[in-house]
T-cell receptor, first 114, second 112 residues
């Protein structure tokens, strides 16, 4: 089972910041938080990941709470093309001794409204 | 464009038939993963190969099998097809020593 809890759906106005929350209260010390998104019927797309520090890239920012039990993905200026299902995933750091499959939950369906 | 290619894009077949889905990973990526996405089950991990060898298995049916060839492309074989096998099948690849996976555009399988 997925180790994360996300709202089923969210709306955001175009041009505003979209803040997607994720709870991962059972996260362990060596597990990272990953975010992927899936635009309708396309393959999932990697967005960002982090361990404990806040991270930012050209797509988004990831804010992880100090206790690491929750995080927020921020899309700073949402556009209509950001309408998608967003998956928050908790995974171990890479190891040659373990498989590294992704366990997807149900994600958050984000609707960007014009 | 993730760099992962999958063929065919669409496949329509009948119950009881056998099909092969093909995946070409990104250049240099050693790991290939297969996922199934149906309306009621969401994205489910099926199987992973690393440099030609099976690395992990998920909820893959015995009617399904996969392999990774020396050139690192992979094939997913689905046999004795049932209506419930209708789904999107995604392939992903990842570089050595990386947790990031790059997904292909998927193959939409319809079993009639």
């Amino acid at each position: 089972d997925a180790k994360t809890t996300q709202p089923t759906s969210m709306d955001c106005a175009e041009g505003r910041a979209a803040n997607l929350p994720c709870n991962h209260s059972t996260i362990s010390g060596n597990e990272y938080v990953y975010w992927y998104r899936q635009i309708h019927s396309q393959g999932p797309q990697y967005i960002i990941h982090g361990l404990k520090n806040n991270e930012t890239n050209e797509m988004a920012s990831l804010i992880i709470t100090e206790d690491r039990k929750s995080s927020t993905l921020i899309l700073p200026h949402a556009t209509l093309r950001d309408t998608a299902v967003y998956y928050c995933i908790v995974r171990d750091a890479f190891s040659m001794n373990r498989d590294d499959k992704i366990i997807f939950g149900k994600g958050t369906r984000l609707h960007i409204l014009p | 464009d993730s760099g992962v290619t999958q063929t065919p894009k669409h496949l329509i077949t009948a119950t009881g038939q056998r099909v092969t889905l093909r995946c070409s990973p990104r250049s240099g990526d050693l790991s290939v993963y297969w996922y199934q996405q149906s309306l009621d089950q969401g994205l489910q991990f099926l199987i992973q190969y690393y440099n030609g060898e099976e690395r992990a298995k998920g909820n893959i049916l015995e009617r399904f099998s996969a392999q990774q060839f020396p050139d690192l492309h992979s094939e997913l074989n689905l046999s004795s097809l049932e209506l419930g096998d209708s789904a999107l099948y995604f392939c992903a690849s990842s570089p050595h020593r990386s947790n990031e996976q790059f997904f292909g555009p998927g193959t939409r399988l319809t079993v009639l």
